[in-house]
């Protein structure tokens, strides 16, 4: 038999080690991340979101700002059903905002596909220096971000390097290769997305897999849109027991996330193409993918709810996708989602901390 065929050329053991240690590592990070930054600008994040969303683009550039900053879809969704079920953001004003978070949910697959994750040790040695050097408390919270920025950056490198021995192995290829069928490989990815409560999570795993040519382009695209849809299960719980308001921006998220993976999904080859034309290897293939595919389908969202806003009101369409009046909404129930929204959805800390 082959050396290349046995399933003795991997030591199970050290990655299996790896990856769940990696995995550890980063959902810890995650976790003191949403910590950290509700501590250093809990109140400043949530006021800037509610102004922010006053108009259509500014509130698609709010969401993704906030991804961005928070690296993680779900927290931003989260705070945003808090806000509409109080009244503080209507539901038409949350949508684009929502839009966004799937936008900057991108970067962060954009950074381990330039290899950015390689300096993590680095970065993350020079922010612990800088915790330490600093003496102001609120500086000292920002440098513990950036601490654990770079922490779930050398998380995703962990994995990455404890699978490389798998690309060498028989088994391991034949099964990742009936991944090849997309249909199957969306599949995978919405259940692994929902068991990891990441989607940043999924990509570290995919790109990883995909760059030592374990995993087919193809197969690699099917996860990636997979992700996309599982990443809605932590806002449609946040959605339960909330106004109808509030469900419909959660419900929005669902509809819009699986409409456009599976149309993604019918032109695949196209979306394969332009992946295999915009970048040589394989990691910024799925990268570059990944970002077209979430800004083709924001644009044309956008364009049918510009195109919704400008329609009678008078009990059509548009009217399903405004709140209830402000001033109905209770005392108490402000009070709450201030709160919800003020402590970065402390009410939900496994959906908040463990993923986009």
Known sequence: MSDLGSTADVDRVAVALGLVGGLALFLFALDELARTLKEAAGDRMRNWLARAAGTPLRGLAAGTGATVA????????????????????????????????????????????AGLDDLAPLLFALALAAQVALRSPAAKRYARIAAMLSLLLFALNLMGR????????????????????????????????????????????????????????????????????????DTLIAALGRSAAAVRVGLFHLVFNVASAGLALLFLDHLAFFARWSAPDVAGQVANAQVAFNLVGVAAAMLLLAAVRTRPTTGGALAAVQPADARAITSDRRADAAAVAGGLVEPLPRELTHGE
Do not use: K, R, Y
Request: glycine content about 12%.
């Open 162 to 233: 404890a699978m490389e021995p798998l690309a060498g192995n028989l088994a391991v290829a034949d099964w990742l290769g009936g991944l090849d069928n997309p249909a199957v490989a969306l599949a995978v990815g919405a259940g692994v997305t929902v068991a990891l409560q990441s989607s940043s999570a999924t990509m570290g795993l995919v790109i990883a897999l995909a760059s030592t040519g374990a995993l087919p382009l193809t197969g690699a695209l099917g996860v990636m849109l997979g992700a996309e849809i599982g990443t809605c299960a």
């Open 70 to 113: 928070l690296d993680s879809s779900t927290a931003t969704i989260v705070m945003l059903i808090a806000f509409v079920d109080a009244g503080l953001l209507t539901a038409a004003q949350a949508l684009p905002v929502v839009l966004g978070a799937n936008v900057g949910t991108t970067v962060s697959t954009q950074i381990l596909a």
